[in-house]
């Protein structure tokens, strides 16, 4: 059983980081999107298209294999401490984020100006809640 759980562990990680990258690539496109050639643009686009497809099955891949971890390794959530729901909300806030952003970026690529700003400024609260997450579970954890 201790393999299958290092496993999980190892996807559950893998799965972060891919996820993590949007948090930090994010809201270094949207800045340079402002002033970019729409051809520049479009392959702007293509890249955060390309990170949102790797994220949304790397955040599945999380959801999946958090609770596994949890259940398998500590039994459930009966020892769950004060950092462990810190870590919590700030994944609540990275999926509304993440979810309000791609719906923004969508707009952004038909041509919303405000809803490129608005994308960005998400980005931006995902890479935020994701620094929280990895302190949370630090302190969870150890």
Known sequence: ???VINLLIWAHILAFIA???NSVVGPVIGARMHGASPEVSAGYFAVMNRLGQIGRVAMIVLLVTGPLIMFLRYGGLGGANIWFWVKMALI???LASIIFGGIQSKKAQAGDAQAGTRAHAAHRITGLAFVGVILAAVLAFN
Request: a negative charge; proline letters at 0%; zero cysteines.
């Open 92 to 94: 609540v806030v990275m």
């Open 1 to 3: 059983m201790e393999v």
């Open 19 to 21: 996820g993590g990258s």
